[in-house]
């Protein structure tokens, strides 16, 4: 979300959340995680498919290591067993 690199004018967005014009790649992205997740929080993982369906509760950093490694295996098996939380593309 700290990317400086300055977007081309055709990929620029006014966000929904502040009314304020996103140029840069981390402006966006950064957007992007507070308008469909809440969390304005790095790091912050969110496992998806390619539709945008979320595969398991979305997570903040955590330095127990098994922790991480339970929240990628769930994410996993519920991407093969075609479960999912919600679609960002519907909340």
Not at 67 to 86: A, S
């Amino acid at each position: 979300m700290d990317d400086k690199y300055k977007l081309p004018e055709n990929e620029w967005i006014r966000s929904s959340y502040d009314d304020k014009l996103k140029k840069t790649l981390g402006a966006k992205n950064a957007d992007f995680q507070i308008t469909k997740f809440g969390v304005n929080a790095q790091p912050f993982y969110v496992l998806m498919d390619s539709k945008g369906n979320v595969l398991t509760q979305p997570t903040a950093y955590d330095l127990n290591v098994n922790h991480f490694i339970t929240f990628l295996d769930k994410g996993l098996e519920n991407f093969k067993d075609g479960k999912t939380l919600f679609n960002i593309n519907k909340k």
